[in-house]
């Protein structure tokens, strides 16, 4: 049972299963109220229950699909008018696995809605009172398939890439504001994530696949130490420091007033 102070409010998206219900788990263990996110009201129920029984902290359930414009809306609203908001994880995502030629359009913008357009709107609502405040933490849940490409993810990779250059011009925008915000990239992680999606995680090598438990440990000792890009399972950080480091030095020559050698006659 946690003592009766708080840090605040911390909302989480897709909330009710894999990782959502566990970052919805530890940060109550740490001191934070809760507001959960996700279009299951009964699996919402059922963590929120459980949540307040081990830790003593007020939990609120809030039932949206993030595809849906009005009930979108309806989050943002919240985010945008309520103070007590301290924490953001936009956990909420979803895929689908599979040629471009064959995949349902309609399929697709949805995918897109979930993991680009609700995030943003999201984050920009919630950063209207930690800007005001000068103060608040945002987690974005990108992927291992930002940088791992393969041919039949070329919309989910897509919009986690777009995840990655979203949040590093947050941080950029927001240094010195007293604003952190985190990147997080799992690998597989044993969730219902995969059920459906055109690739099974029984498909996975048992070494390549960890549990929801471990990958939500792991981003948060990420978020302690202050990183900005968590990548779960990359053993070295030095070889995430030499791959940004590479796109910095590219930098300077993106941007010329001539083509570069290899392009003229």
Do not use: C, H
Not at 2 to 18: E, H, Y
Not at 213 to 229: F, N, R, T
Request: glycine content about 8%; charged content about 20%.
């Amino acid at each position: 049972m946690s003592d009766t102070n708080t840090q605040g409010i911390a909302v989480v998206t897709g909330a009710s299963t894999g990782m959502g219900a566990v970052y919805a788990d530890r940060l109550a263990r740490r001191g934070y109220d809760l507001l959960l996110v996700a279009r299951d009201k009964s699996r919402l129920d059922t963590v929120a229950s459980k949540i307040t029984a081990n830790t003593g902290r007020t939990v609120e359930v809030l039932t949206a699909d993030l595809t849906n414009p009005g009930q979108l809306a309806t989050v943002e609203d919240r985010l945008r008018s309520d103070e007590s908001i301290s924490l953001l994880v936009n956990n909420a995502g979803g895929t689908t696995f599979g040629p471009l030629a064959q995949a349902d359009p309609s399929q697709l913008e949805d995918l897109v809605t979930l993991n680009v357009t609700a995030l943003t709107r999201l984050t920009t609502a919630v950063l209207a009172g930690f800007t005001r405040r000068g103060s608040g933490t945002i987690v974005n849940l990108s992927s291992a398939l930002a940088f791992n490409v393969l041919p039949v993810s070329a919309v989910y990779s897509g919009t986690k890439s777009y995840v990655v250059a979203f949040t590093q011009a947050l941080q950029q925008e927001l240094a010195g504001s007293g604003i952190r915000v985190q990147a997080v990239f799992p690998g597989g992680v044993r969730t219902e994530f995969w059920d459906g999606s055109g690739i099974e995680i029984s498909a996975f090598p048992e070494e390549a696949v960890m549990s929801a438990d471990a990958a939500v440990d792991a981003a948060l000792a990420g978020l302690d130490a202050g990183e900005p890009m968590t990548l779960l399972s990359l053993p070295d950080i030095a070889d995430w420091d030499r791959f940004d480091a590479a796109r910095q030095a590219m930098i300077p020559n993106l941007s010329r007033s001539v083509p570069a050698d290899r392009y003229r006659n």
